[in-house]
């Protein structure tokens, strides 16, 4: 399997601007999650789905901010207009489990800056 | 919000030692799983432990929770210059989602 891929890796774009990440889970993964990692917050959850449809979405920081989730394999985390305080690592994860608080399995991030 | 902390926030020791990092926690907790992350790269689980179990060996990992001081800690054994990274701890509550500490910074020196 090739693990969550995430597209892009980098994004550089200016204030303003849309920006649209991308991912695909692994295959037979009920749970996609979306986190954003910065040096001043760490690792913060955004939002996750549960076979598709979105869980909760209490970590999305404001309304620029949106999650979808069209199909089994794919979602987009678009973030419209963009700002420079939205520059960081944003990583997808998916996990197989229904347990609670099981393992969950890491792309390799998309390093966004904003201008 | 992040629910678990290590400590010490950075470590640096010479290959072959053992480094030592703790985890502590304010709520109670279903599981707590640990995580490593290379430089510019996604997080990979290394070792999950239940909260009814006590120690979990994984090949040179070893890690402990004791439930009744809310802590856990990660021992990794004989370090090798591919253990350099910052190392997570990340638990659960009643739901799906993890809460991650700041992490643990690790440099095995050659």
């Known amino acids: 399997d090739a693990g969550v891929i995430q597209s892009p890796r980098h994004e550089v774009t200016e204030m303003g601007q849309e920006v649209t990440l991308r991912c695909k889970p692994i295959?037979?993964?009920?749970?996609l999650f979306w986190y954003r990692q910065t040096m001043m917050r760490g690792l913060e959850l955004l939002i996750y789905?549960?076979?598709?449809?979105?869980?909760?979405d209490s970590g999305m920081p404001e309304d620029r901010f949106s999650a979808k989730m069209p199909n089994a394999s794919f979602s987009t985390l678009k973030i419209q207009p963009s700002e420079p305080r939205d520059s960081a690592v944003y990583f997808c994860?998916?996990?197989?489990?229904?347990?609670?608080?099981?393992?969950?399995?890491f792309g390799p991030g998309t390093r966004l800056t904003v201008l | 919000s992040q629910q678990g902390e290590e400590d010490p926030q950075a470590l640096s020791i010479q290959e072959g030692e053992n480094a030592t990092m703790n985890c502590s926690y304010k709520?109670?907790?279903?599981?707590l799983q640990w995580y490593r992350q290379n430089s510019g790269r996604g997080l990979v689980h290394l070792i999950l432990?239940?909260?009814?179990?006590r120690e979990k060996h994984s090949g040179r990992l070893r890690v402990t929770l004791d439930t009744s001081k809310k802590s856990s800690s990660l021992l990794i054994t004989a370090s090798r210059a591919a253990d350099t990274a910052s190392y997570f701890c990340?638990?659960?509550?009643?739901?799906?989602?993890?809460?991650f500490g700041a992490g643990t910074t690790v440099t095995v020196r050659a």
């Open positions: 994860a998916s996990s197989p489990s229904a347990t609670v608080g099981d393992t969950q399995y």
């Open positions: 295959s037979g993964h009920d749970y």
């Open positions: 789905f549960n076979n598709n449809v979105p869980i909760d």
């Open positions: 709520t109670s907790i279903n599981n």
């Open positions: 432990i239940r909260s009814n179990e």
């Open positions: 990340a638990t659960d509550s009643n739901d799906y989602k993890l809460s």
